[in-house]
């Protein structure tokens, strides 16, 4: 774990976490931060990245460094996505119009960041002159900007919207909220299958938390400029209770899926797959991507972390269907190892929020910034000048190939 920023301007995803800390409000904190249980698996999902070893490749060309993808068939000039987090409020009031706009615009040059950057003029300032670069932001259903709004704040062709969806069990308020995200231009629904029932978070519990009453679920809010749907929380309920209450434990593939299938003509991604079985039935039920995600370690406790996750389903999704994930992405390096083992993307949560709680977004754009920086100079030092040079080839785990050598392998005259 990094050390917390010195001169208090974040260089790396750790500080912003410190400075988050020290920040937030204790209960926004704790929603933000914490898992299920006793965090075995939040603890896992950072963790486990570090099993895996990188194989650098040398002395190839790395002058320039491309990190230009597809996603869903769609041209992304980066893997580095965001994933969907309930009220980005709580952190700054820009929410998810500034996570949205702070995501396409990055500095392509220098690769690294500069001492004048560090001194402050990117913090306040993001430079302009940049190349704008789009990826993958997928909203929350329990955003606190509405769907709309978020959509319509951003300009850069490249950048992807999908719309996280959970089923309720009135499904009018579900397929609600899947013609409005069809009209405004989202372009995938991702259905959240992780979340029956909400995970037991011990924080949150005794914190008893619940938003703030300026925070706005927009989605929900009948008759303000653009919501139009009917899901409002009594006061006496907590955001989990309301969740718990609305939402559709009975959700199955035969009847769930194919019900969604019926009512919208989008692809379909499964967010919370951890197996191969859901993967073989997800091809099957036509969804046209899983997510390796067990939801930031916040719904069941002592499940895989997800990078050790995501191979099974690699293997199981046999390049019929693109396979992400999420979950304790922090580092460049991270999200090379994820794209070693198969992932087309990743995805980031925690990362956003607490860039939004230090600067907006601004603070939103540094993270994105720092991490496709990361990403760029981990390839470069790696010896890939392209997404496709990452491969499997690059990660030594004991067991995996290449086979570790044992000392004394070597003839002795060597
Ligand atoms: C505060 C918070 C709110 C979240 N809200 C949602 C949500 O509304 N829908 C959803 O599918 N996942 C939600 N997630 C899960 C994330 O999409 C993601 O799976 C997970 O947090 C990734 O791990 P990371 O935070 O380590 O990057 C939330 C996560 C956090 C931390
Ligand atoms: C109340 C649950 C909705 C947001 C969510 O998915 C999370 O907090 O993890």
Known sequence: MAASPTAGVPVCIDDFEAIAKSTLPAATWGYYTSGANDED????????????????????????????????????????????????????????????????????????????????????????????????????????????????????????????????????????????????????????????????????????????????????????????????KSESETFGETFGNRGDAGLTWEEGIAWLRSITKLPIILKGVLTAEDTELAVKYGCAGVIVSNHGGRQLDGVLATIDALPEVVEAANGRIEVYMDGGVRKGTDIIKALA??????????????????????????????????????????????????NESLIHFPGHQPQPRRLGYYPSKL
């Not at 070893?53 to 002058?63: A, E, G, H, N, T």
Request: with cysteine; hydrophobic share 40%.
């Open 41 to 232: 698996t939040l603890r896992d999902n950072r963790e486990a990245f570090r099993k895996y070893k990188l194989r650098p490749r040398i002395l190839r060309d790395v002058s320039k460094v491309n990190t230009t993808t597809t996603i869903l068939g769609k041209k992304a000039r980066t893997p580095l996505c965001v994933a969907p987090c309930a009220m980005h409020e709580l952190a700054h009031p820009d929410g998810e119009i500034g996570t949205s706009k702070g995501q396409p615009i990055y500095q392509k040059q220098p690769l690294f960041i500069s001492t004048e950057d560090i001194n402050g003029s990117i913090v306040n300032q993001p430079k302009m002159a940049v190349a704008d670069l789009g990826s993958v932001m997928i909203l929350s259903t329990y955003s606190t900007k509405a769907l709309e709004k978020v959509i319509a704040a951003n300009s850069n062709p490249d950048t992807h919207y999908w719309f996280q969806l959970y089923v309720y069990k009135e499904r009018g308020i579900s397929e609600k909220l899947v013609r409005r995200a069809e009209a405004a231009g989202f372009e995938a629904l991702v259905l959240t299958v992780d979340a029956p029932v909400l995970g037991r978070r011990l924080l949150d519990a005794r914190n008893r938390f619940n938003p703030p009453p300026y925070i706005r679920l927009e989605n929900f809010i009948e008759g303000s400029a653009t919501g139009d749907g009917t899901l409002d």
């Open 341 to 390: 083992l198969g992932a087309r993307a990743v995805f980031i949560a925690r990362p956003i929020l607490y860039g939004l709680a230090y600067n907006g977004e601004a603070g939103a754009k540094l993270a994105l910034k720092i991490l496709q920086d990361e990403l760029e100079s981990g390839m470069a030092l790696s010896g890939c000048r392209d997404i496709n040079d990452i």
